[in-house]
């Protein structure tokens, strides 16, 4: 799920102009020598001896920035500045045609929907039914709206990216669908890369124009996708996580990028060489390897670097670090700051000793908590999580 924070401007609405000139800023910096711009020619060219053009720098450009080529970066902002201009004249809604209802995990692109021309309505799921209690009403009154979808709407576009959150709600939504009533059509649109200049981590940091690109690849949900929904929203709610995990180790042809998701999610599992779920490792490593850091700083390395696919939003990591607190012996410190985000955190010696997996996490009497329908609680045998294997394993009390 990508952060719910206040929009800034997108670094995913590129300029022609702007990457002609940082083509050539890299080509002059490369005669002069710089070590760094020879080392970026040096990993897109194939006659490293031949004198580097402003093709080679055009081609190292676009590659970093997850173009194929420099044509595909100019068909890009060509195909983007059309749709702006579509919006600036106006032109009729895109989802006009049937009346529409958007499916999205939270309120990011509410708000640029609109600003891209949609007129559908929209809602939102935030229930995952993972890892917090959820409301029974709020839950009641979800699934009343989905039930409605089908009567009131001609069309259902669900819109998701490749994180946990979203998938495992999009696994949700597939196994209502599944077992109720359709709508006439059901569409979705399930984003896993986007080009730019930056990691890509969900649809929360792209443009309205961008919108409307990803609008033209929606595909109708099919079959096979609901019933492989129904089965992933089984096995996550299931008391015992292996047949999840047999899931994800298929592949899930059908919904391909549900299943690095699902992985991810069953990371969340204490970890069989030391008790620590993913999330929590990570967090111990970046202050392991970087020293003292404010939670700020930890938690952009975690969002844009460490972690393989990003699980926490800005609030739910504040959320982990008063859990990771809240044991009997501290693994981290923080130091007091004018705002949370800005404390500054320490790993102390037994956090090295939980990583190094000379103490086990669990020992240290965590709150009990939730991955799915898996309960963790200290002190009782309990599911781990074996990498290697990727696979659960029931283990003895710790």
């Not at 053009?53 to 890009?76: M, N, P, T, V």
């Not at 890892?131 to 009343?144: C, I, S, Y």
């Not at 981290?332 to 500054?344: I, N």
């Amino acid at each position: 799920m990508t952060d719910r924070s206040e929009r800034p401007p997108s670094a995913f609405r590129l300029n022609l102009e702007q990457q002609k000139n940082r083509a050539k800023d890299l080509l002059r910096a490369a005669k002069a020598g710089d070590a760094d711009a020879l080392s970026r020619l040096a990993a897109v060219r194939r006659d490293s001896q031949a004198p580097a053009k402003l093709a080679d720098a055009q081609f190292a450009i676009a590659r970093e920035q997850r173009f194929a080529s420099w044509e595909k970066l100019k068909a890009h902002i060509a195909s983007m500045e059309r749709q702006r201009a579509a919006m600036e004249a106006k032109s009729p809604a895109l989802d006009a045609d049937l009346t529409t209802l958007h499916i999205r995990c939270g309120h990011d692109i509410q708000e640029p929907l609109a600003q891209a021309g949609f007129i559908g309505g929209f809602l939102v799921h935030l229930f995952p039914g993972t890892h917090h209690e959820e409301d029974p009403e709020d839950l009641r009154r979800l699934e009343e709206q989905l039930h409605a979808s089908a009567e009131n709407y001609e069309r259902v576009v669900i819109w998701m990216e490749h994180d946990s959150w979203d998938q495992l709600i999009l696994a949700r939504l597939l196994a209502h669908y599944a077992n109720a009533k359709r709508p006439r059509v059901l569409e979705l649109i399930a984003v896993d890369e986007f080009p730019g200049p930056q990691r890509y981590i969900g649809l929360g940091q792209l443009p309205p124009e961008a919108l409307r690109l990803l609008w033209a690849r929606r595909k109708p949900v099919t079959p096979a996708q609901l019933a492989l929904g129904n089965e992933a929203s089984v096995g996550i709610m299931a008391n015992d996580p292996r047949p999840l995990a047999a899931l994800v180790r298929s592949g899930m042809p059908a919904l391909p990028i549900m299943a690095p998701a699902l992985h991810r999610h069953l990371r969340e599992l204490p970890s069989v060489e030391n008790g620590l779920r993913l999330t929590e490792q990570l967090v111990l490593e970046a202050l392991r390897d970087r020293g003292p850091a404010t939670l700020n700083q930890i938690w952009r390395s975690l969002t844009l670097q460490l972690d393989p696919l990003p699980y926490a939003a800005d609030l739910a990591f504040l959320d982990l670090i008063q859990y990771m607190l809240a044991v009997s012996e501290p693994i981290l410190t923080l130091s007091p700051a004018e705002r949370p985000f800005l404390q500054p955190a320490t790993i102390t010696d037994l956090g090295r000793a939980v990583l190094r997996g000379e103490r086990d996490w669990l020992s240290l009497r965590p709150a009990p908590r939730r991955v799915g329908g898996v309960r963790i609680e200290p002190g009782s045998p309990g599911w781990r999580w074996n990498e290697a294997l990727r696979d659960a394993v029931l283990l003895e009390a710790c």
